[in-house]
Antibody, heavy 119, light 110 residues
């Protein structure tokens, strides 16, 4: 069955950087668009970033534009999120999700990895 | 973009039906067929229950249904069961190549 497993979370100081990874399996990763979605503790869901199946299009939420970069390595079935200039408000569980066959919805989600920005 | 307004909480007794609304604008819900709904139990990852306004993924109970009228999307759960108690979020693709979620609704089964 489709599986998405995030890693790379942890505690980082404000202004620091972190790179998240999402290992995908049991679906055709190189034909599937992918997302990052985050959820701050006790809060709702927030879309963070999108990348097309071949990396040719990438979109970002205004809250992370210019600081975060989404990328993928189709040879490794892995999605990434490079996070720079981190702020306290970036503290959240970060989930990767696969697109639902071009219908622009979050079809399957990983369990997430917690990022805590604190001094 | 701000979260789409949803009622903070709804409740119902087992067997009853409830409806959760999601109020958008012409730039998102009103102009998009890519409206979806997610169920999230505490400590778990969200799970899609409705996509493309009113389609159910394989394996999702037909007690869940979705609809849209103008700028407002709705999720109806019929025949409430104890396991339906969870948080529910709407989401819409927007006309600026972005996605927006609703603020979330906590469903309590009395």
């Amino acid at each position: 069955q489709v599986q998405l497993v995030e890693s790379g979370g942890g505690v980082v100081q404000p202004g620091g950087s972190l790179r998240l990874s999402c290992a995908a399996s049991e679906f055709t990763f190189n034909s599937t668009a992918m997302y990052w979605v985050r959820q701050a503790p006790g809060k709702g869901l927030e879309w963070v970033a999108f990348i097309k199946y071949d990396g040719s299009s990438r979109y970002y939420a205004d809250s992370v534009k210019g600081r975060f970069t989404i990328s993928r390595d189709n040879s490794k079935n892995t999605l990434y999120l490079q996070m720079n200039s981190l702020r306290g408000e970036d503290t959240a569980v970060y989930h990767c999700a696969k697109d639902g066959w071009g219908s622009w919805y979050f079809d399957v989600w990983g369990r997430g990895t917690l990022v805590t920005v604190s001094s | 973009q701000s979260a789409l307004p949803q009622p903070a909480s709804v409740s119902g007794s087992p067997g009853q039906s409830i409806t959760i609304s999601c109020t958008g604008t012409r730039s998102d819900v009103g102009s998009s067929n890519s409206v979806s709904w997610y169920q999230q139990h505490p400590g778990k990852a969200p799970k899609v229950i409705i996509y493309d306004v009113n389609k159910r993924p394989s394996g999702v109970s037909n007690r869940f249904s979705g609809s849209k009228s103008g700028n407002t999307a709705s999720l109806t759960i019929s025949g409430l069961q104890a396991d339906d108690e969870a948080d529910y979020y709407c989401s819409s693709y927007t006309d600026s190549d972005s996605w927006v979620f609703g603020g979330g609704t906590k469903l309590t089964v009395l």
